[in-house]
C-alpha cells in the first residue's frame, strides 16, 4: 500500500461514526458529504463544519430568490410577567440549528417583549390607518412639491416607527435600528433573514 493511500486509510478510521452523524444532523447534508468533510478535515469537527458552513452559503449566494423557508420559533420570558414570541426565517436548516442564529432570535423576541411593536414592517400597517396618517401630514406640507411624496413617506415612517418593529431602536444599541440590526447579521450569515411573525403577551393584559 502506498504511502498517501496508508494516510487516507488512517484518516478515515479517524472519523468515528458518532462525528459523521454529529455534522449530518448540524449541518443537513448527507453521510457521504459529512464523511467527505471530515476526512479532509483529517477528523478536526469544527474545522469540517466551518468548511462545510462555508459551502452551505456559497450556494445560497448563488440563489437568485433568497426565499426563506427555514428558521426557527424562539421565545423570550422576564420574570414570568412578560413574554414574546416569534417566528425567525432563513434560507437554510444549517444557519437555523446554529447557536449565532438562535441568539439572534431571542434577541428579536426580547425587543418584542420589550418594546410591544403591533407590526412586523410598514407594509403590515393596514391601507386605511397608512393612509389616515399620509393625508394629515399632506394637509399640514409647505414643503417644495417636487419633494412631497419622498418627504410625506419619511413622515409616516417615522410616526410609525414605534409601532414598527423594524423601524425601532434596537434596545442593545440603539444606534441600530432592528432592521440595520438585521442586515448586519445578514451580512454575518450570507443569508436572507425575516421575521415572519410575533405575539406578546403581558399578565393580565388582553387584546
Not at 74 to 100: M, P, Q, W
Amino acid at each position: 500500500m502506498s504511502k498517501e493511500l496508508k494516510e487516507k486509510a488512517g484518516e478515515v478510521k479517524a472519523v468515528s461514526v458518532e462525528l459523521i452523524k454529529k455534522l449530518k444532523e448540524l449541518s443537513g447534508v448527507g453521510l457521504t458529504d459529512a464523511k467527505k468533510a471530515l476526512i479532509e478535515a483529517k477528523g478536526d469537527f469544527d474545522k469540517a463544519l466551518d468548511a462545510m458552513r462555508k459551502k452551505g452559503l456559497t450556494k445560497a449566494e448563488k440563489r437568485g430568490d433568497r426565499e426563506t423557508r427555514e428558521g426557527i420559533i424562539e421565545t423570550y420570558v422576564h420574570d414570568g410577567r412578560l413574554g414574546a414570541i416569534v417566528e425567525v426565517n432563513c434560507e437554510t436548516s444549517f444557519v437555523a440549528k446554529t447557536d449565532e442564529f438562535k441568539d439572534f432570535a431571542h434577541k428579536i423576541a426580547m425587543q418584542i417583549a420589550s418594546m410591544n411593536p403591533l407590526y412586523v414592517s410598514i407594509d403590515d400597517v393596514p391601507e386605511d390607518v397608512l393612509n389616515k396618517k399620509k393625508a394629515e401630514f399632506e394637509e399640514k406640507f409647505h414643503g417644495p412639491e417636487n419633494m412631497k411624496d419622498q418627504i410625506i413617506d419619511g413622515q409616516v415612517k417615522k410616526a410609525f416607527s414605534d409601532q414598527v418593529l423594524l423601524e425601532q431602536p434596537y434596545i442593545l444599541d440603539d444606534n441600530l435600528t432592528v432592521n440595520q440590526f438585521i442586515k448586519e447579521v445578514i451580512a454575518k450569515t450570507g443569508e436572507n433573514i425575516t421575521v415572519r411573525q410575533f405575539k406578546r403577551l403581558e399578565l393580565g393584559v388582553t387584546e
